[in-house]
T-cell receptor, first 111, second 114 residues
Framework: SQQGEEDPQALSIQEGENATMNCSYK?????LQWYRQNSGRGLVHLIL?????REKHSGRLRVTLDTSKKSSSLLITASRAADTASYFC???????????FGKGTRLSVIA | DAGVIQSPRHEVTEMGQEVTLRCKPI?????LFWYRQTMMRGLELLIY????????DSGMPEDRFSAKMPNASFSTLKIQPSEPRDSAVYFC????????????FGSGTQLSVL
């Protein structure tokens, strides 16, 4: 069963704008991770946030986590055409349990 | 390191044929995962191994699917007989045993069953 559900399913923005994607999950988590998938390629890990953290930054990426609402958001600032990809959230419930992925958000950045 | 290596990149076969997908995980990674990706169902976990031992195969859709990991550097996912509904992208991923913080994916095998 899928734990994370991303919203929106698809997002189209102009280059330079910010892109925000949301993820909701159902059960308590150990950590939440975001991955990017370029067309025809495998997923690439972007950033991880632990259950006791509220916000994390990495370059142009900002991730927030609200465990009370069981939700996370990924913000990409000053988007570029190269950011065009699908973005997935994935949750780890505990210990060594495997990642469970959502269906992703397809982001299109128009130059 | 070359990363997780999957072969073939593309496979086109006819219904009823046997299909074997291959994966070489990153050296030193104790966990290996097989995922299947479709538009309808997203990314589904099929099976995963720890130290070459299958831990959970509850995601394997049917008895037609089987997976093995004969050693730490090689795993196969076999479909016999294949059906058109098996058409999907199959990903292999691996990670070290001491952390559940990052999964490394291969480039996937695009399978088309005609």
């Amino acid at each position: 069963s899928q734990q994370g559900e991303e919203d929106p399913q698809a997002l189209s923005i102009q280059e330079g704008e910010n892109a925000t994607m949301n993820c909701s999950y159902k059960t308590s988590i150990n950590n939440l991770q975001w991955y990017r998938q370029n067309s025809g390629r495998g997923l690439v890990h972007l950033i991880l946030i632990r259950s006791n953290e509220r916000e994390k930054h990495s370059g142009r990426l900002r991730v927030t986590l609200d465990t009370s609402k069981k939700s996370s958001s990924l913000l990409i600032t000053a988007s570029r055409a190269a950011d065009t990809a699908s973005y997935f959230c994935a949750t780890v419930n505990s210990g060594n349990t495997p990642l469970v992925f959502g269906k992703g958000t397809r982001l299109s950045v128009i130059a | 390191d070359a990363g997780v290596i999957q072969s073939p990149r593309h496979e086109v076969t006819e219904m009823g044929q046997e299909v074997t997908l291959r994966c070489k995980p990153i050296s030193g990674h104790d966990y290996l995962f097989w995922y299947r990706q479709t538009m309808m169902r997203g990314l589904e976990l099929l099976i995963y191994f720890n130290n070459n031992v299958p831990i959970d195969d509850s995601g394997m859709p049917e008895d037609r699917f089987s997976a093995k990991m004969p050693n730490a550097s090689f795993s196969t996912l076999k479909i016999q007989p294949s059906e058109p509904r098996d058409s999907a992208v199959y990903f292999c991923a691996s990670r070290p045993g001491w952390t559940n913080e990052k999964l490394f994916f291969g480039s996937g095998t695009q399978l088309s069953v005609l």
